[in-house]
C-alpha cells in the first residue's frame, strides 16, 4: 500500500476544520461533524469552542483521476489532527513528527498570522514538507496573491507553489489531493529492523484502558507483542491493535508507514505520554525517536469546592479527568481561608479553563479558583533553593536570597499601525524586544516576556489595543532573576492567603490598589462596612471598602411590599453561588480573580 501522512496547521479560524471536512467529504469519508457523533467521543467544550483538544487521526482512500496521467493508483492518506492552541504547542510538534508533509493553510482575507508562523516553523523543524493553501478564497476581501507573496516573505515558501482553495466552495480541493500525492514523500522505514513507534497522542477507554496513537517509524508491531516504554522502561503486552478510519478498526500487524492505534492493558496514561518512544523487547531497537519531553504543566491554581462537602466528589472528578489528560496534575492543598482543595497544574490559561468548565459542566461542582501563578526557583539566604507555584507560600524578601521566574519568547503579528501601542503594552509587561520584522503592511514582534506577565489580562488587552487584529503565540525559554515581591491581601482585617499574589515590586502597588479596589467591588455589601487591604511584608500599601448596604437594599422598599422584598433577598441569595465564607464575609469568585481583572 501507498501512503501519505500528513497534518492541516495553520492560525486559528483559518478554515481548517471545514477543510478537513470538505476533503473528508471529497473521498466519501464522514465530515467532521457527523464523525464525532459515531466515533470516539469528544468533548463537547471542544465543538463549541472550536478548538481541537484530542481528536482520532483519519485514514482515507484516494483513487488518482485519469486527468493525473496516473488514473487509478490507490493511495492511503493518513489525516493526523493538531491541537490548535497555543497551550498545546509540543503536542503539535509530536503530531507533525508522525507526517511526512503538512497542509499550511492561510486565510486569504487574513493573511500570515502568529501561529501561521509558529506551526510552519514546526514542520520546517520536523523537515516536512509544507504544501502551502490560501484559503477561503471565496471571500469578497481574499487577496489570494498576498496571502501567497507573505508566505513567501516571512516562511520562505515560493508563492508559485500556493493552492488557491476555499473550504466553503470546495474549489481547489481536487488540486490539494494530488498534490499531497505529488508533492508529499511516502513514508521510509524499513519494517524488518526493530520496532520504533512514536507516541503522538493517548486516550483513556473505559474497556481497553489507554490507548496509544503511533506511528510507527521502523518495524512491525503485531498482537501478543511485548513492548517496552523508553522514558520509563516499562512493559505491556499488545492486547489489540489497528488503524484509524474514522473510529478505531482492529487489525493484525503495523507496520513502518503506518499510522495506528495499541491497547495493551495501560491503565495509567502517566505511561503513555505524548513524545514516547515504543519498542519490542524481543527486537528492541538501541535509540528513541528525539526530543521526548514529559508533559509539563506551567501554570497553577487551587481550586476549592464551594461547599466543604464536596471534597470527595471534587477529588474523584480530578481523578477521572486525569485519566485522560496526562499534562494536567493535581495535589490536595490546605487553605487557611478556603479549606480543602487542590492545587492543579496546566499546560497554560486555556487548558486550565477547560478543565474547570469541564468540572463545573460534567461533575456539577461549584468551585473557586485562585488566581493562576507560574513556577517560581527560590534560593533563600541559607542556600536552600526550592520551587513552588503557590503564591501563599513565597516567603518574604528579606529570607530570600533570590528569586527565579519563567520567561517565554513571544511572537506578535500585528498591523503596522498599532505597532506603537503594542510595544507600550509589551514594555509595561517588562518585556524586552528581541526583534522586529517588516513585513508588507505588518509587523512580526518577537520578545522576551516574564510568563507571569501575560496570564493577567494580556490576551484582553492585546486584541483591544490592537483592535483585534494582533495574534500571538509563545513559548517558554528560560528562568531569570526577578525582584518579585508577594502581596497579601486582608479581607475585614483578617489575612487570606488564597488571595496572596506575586508580583514585581515595580508594580505591586498599582496591582495592590487594582486588586483592593475590584474586590471591595465585587464583595457583597453587609450591614457594616469591610476593609479590604493589600500588603507587602506586614506593611499596607492599599485600601479599600466594601460599603455597608444591605439594609438600604430593604429601605427601598418602603417596608411595604413584601413581596417585592422577599424577591430582592432571593436575588441576593442566589448570588451566593460560587461564594466562600471567609470569617464574617462572603466572598465570590470573582474577587479571588480580581487580579485578573482588565483595567
Ligand atoms: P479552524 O479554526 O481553522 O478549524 O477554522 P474553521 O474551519 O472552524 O473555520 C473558521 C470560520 O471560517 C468558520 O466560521 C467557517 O465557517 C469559516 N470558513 C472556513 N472556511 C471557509 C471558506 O473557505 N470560506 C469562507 N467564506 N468561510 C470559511
Ligand atoms: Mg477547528
Redesign the pocket.
Known sequence: MKFRNFS?I????????????RILESLGAMGERDKREQTLDTLELERER???IKSTPVRLNYTRPDSSGHGGEEYVFNLIDTP?HVDFGYEVSRSLAACEGVLL?V?ASQGVEAQTIVNAYLAIDSNLTIIPVV?????PAADPEGAAQELEEIVGIPAEDAIF?????G?GVAEILEAIVERIPAPSGDPEAPLKALIFDSIYDAYQGVLLFVRVLEGRVGLKDKINLFSNGKNFEVDRLGTFSPGLIVGKTLEAGEVGWIAAGIRDIQDAQVGDTITRTDFPTLEPFPGFKPAQPVVFSGLFPTDTEDYRKLREALERLKLNDAAFSFEPETSEALGFGFRCGFLGLLHAEIVQERLEREFDLDLIATAPAVIYRITMNDGEVFQTQNPAQFPTRDRMEKVEEPYIRMSVMLPEEHVGAVMQLLQERRGSMVTMNYIGKRVELIYQVPFAEILYDFHDRLKSISRGYASMDYEIIDYREGDLRKVDIYVNNEIVDALAVVVHEDKAYSLGRKIVDKMSEVIPRQMWAVPVQAAIGGKIIARATVKAYRKDVLAKCYGGDISRKKKLLNKQKKGKARMKQIGTVEVPQEAFLAVLSTE
Do not use: M, P, W, Y
Open positions: 492541516i495553520a492560525h486559528v479560524d483559518h478554515g481548517k476544520s471545514t477543510l478537513a471536512d472550536g478548538i481541537t490548535g493553510l486565510d484559503n477561503k478564497i471565496d471571500l482553495a476555499s473550504g466553503k466552495t474549489a
